[in-house]
């Protein structure tokens, strides 16, 4: 239901920034993000239960301060590299790169994090299993960038996999631990 959701948006807008004139892929960027956040109210309205090991309100703080170390490694170590280097392996900033960027933090975080960890947890509702709640949707999120391998060459495609998945753990164990989702999209 939340592909369907974000397809059905990301569709819509395209076609109504075609005839517009605009760019398309800022139309399926910008109706992705639309769609991601209209999936995330309705989880949160009728599917998200309260469990007791997630926070009763995500907390802003504790979420930035948990995630330091992926601004550590992005922000300050990626980037010096690039500027270093000479070499901006994420190409020039457009309208259309910023949405597809929000577009994948939004998708993605909300998919494995917010909806993957919090079903495991509806459907295990064990404190002990916790662990596999935050690996499970990683390894799917992981599994999901194996798709690239149409533009990537396999070791690429294995290496970012492999980044993919740990991030995911990181990221959530940040949420299971703050309940926060907002800054993990954000951040990612």
Not at 34 to 48: D, E, K, N, P
Not at 144 to 164: G, Y
Request: charged share 10%.
């Amino acid at each position: 239901n939340f592909v369907l959701i974000e397809f059905v948006f990301g569709t819509v807008t395209a076609l109504i920034c075609k005839h517009a004139g605009i760019d398309q892929t800022t139309g399926l960027g910008a109706g992705s993000i639309i769609g991601s956040i209209l999936a995330l109210i309705i989880w949160f309205r009728f599917f998200s239960p309260e469990y007791k090991w997630k926070p009763e309100s995500g907390s802003w703080a504790k979420s930035f301060k948990l995630l330091i170390p992926l601004y550590i490694y992005w922000v300050i170590l990626f980037s010096t590299f690039g500027y270093l280097s000479k070499s901006f392996p994420f190409g020039v900033i457009s309208l259309s790169s910023f949405l597809s960027a929000i577009m994948a933090g939004a998708g993605e975080e909300v998919a494995f994090r917010e909806v993957g960890i919090s079903y495991l947890a509806r459907q295990w509702k064990d404190e002990n299993k916790i662990i596999l709640m935050a690996i499970i949707p990683a390894a799917a999120f992981a599994l999901t960038h194996v798709t690239n391998i149409v533009t990537l060459s396999l070791p690429d495609v294995l290496k970012q996999a492999l980044l993919t998945f740990f991030l995911g753990v990181f990221l959530g164990a940040v949420y299971i631990r703050t309940g926060n989702i907002w800054t993990i999209i954000l951040g990612h």
